[in-house]
Structures are given as structure tokens and as C-alpha cells.
């Protein structure tokens, strides 16, 4: 059984940065893909970024060229770095893992607003 916490999440202007990061209870090295999804207020959960354990990463396109995707093994987390922040990024961002079965976090809330 894979545990995720997700943390970083919090308010930032439009513009802005934030970082975040979910912490895998699972050596990440052994997982075959993590990735992160968010759900804005009445929407469907949405796919953000995914990472491999071999490094490759992927991006949907709302997040390329703003988003980036990374990893630390040694600490067993999984990062994203979130730049040039818009209102529409407002959302509860999951990190998941795909260890045998699939795992979800418990979600931080990302608000972006003026």
C-alpha cells in the first residue's frame, strides 16, 4: 500500500508561484508512475503532469511551459513547481501513484486570485 501527503498548497496573485510537494510512503523509485491531477469547484478531476521512475515526464497542455514535474528519490517525494499562476489554476491538485494498484493523495487547495 502506497501513502501520499500532498502539502505546499496555498494562495498566490496571478503571476505567482507556489510548490508542491507529495511525499510517497513507498520508495518512488519502485512505483512505475506518479503524476498529478487537480479539480476545480464543480468540474471533473483533470490530469496535470505525470513523472516516471525513470524520469520522463509529461504535460497536459494547460501546464507546459508554466508547470514543472520533478522528483527526489532519496526523499521519496515528488515536486511541482507551478509558475506564472492564473485565476484558472484555482483548483484541489491530487498527487496519485500507480504502484500494482492506484493511490491517491488527500489533495491541497490552490487558490489564485488578486
Known amino acids: 500500500q502506497v501513502q501520499l501527503v500532498e502539502s505546499g498548497g496555498g494562495s498566490a496573485q496571478p503571476g505567482g508561484s507556489l510548490r508542491l510537494s507529495c511525499a510517497s510512503s513507498?520508495?518512488?523509485?519502485?512505483?512505475?508512475?506518479m503524476g498529478w491531477y487537480r479539480q476545480a469547484p464543480g468540474k471533473e478531476r483533470e490530469w496535470v503532469a505525470r513523472?516516471?521512475?525513470?524520469?520522463?515526464?509529461n504535460y497536459a497542455d494547460s501546464a507546459k511551459g508554466r508547470f514543472t514535474i520533478s522528483k527526489d528519490n532519496a526523499k521519496n517525494t515528488i515536486y511541482l513547481e507551478m509558475n506564472n499562476l492564473r485565476p484558472e489554476d484555482t483548483a484541489v491538485y491530487y498527487c496519485?501513484?500507480?504502484?500494482?494498484?492506484?493511490?491517491w493523495g488527500q489533495g491541497t487547495q490552490v487558490t489564485v486570485s488578486s
Open positions: 496519485n501513484a500507480i504502484y500494482i494498484y492506484l493511490y
Open positions: 513507498t520508495r518512488i523509485l519502485s512505483i512505475d508512475v
Open positions: 513523472i516516471t521512475n525513470s524520469g520522463s515526464t
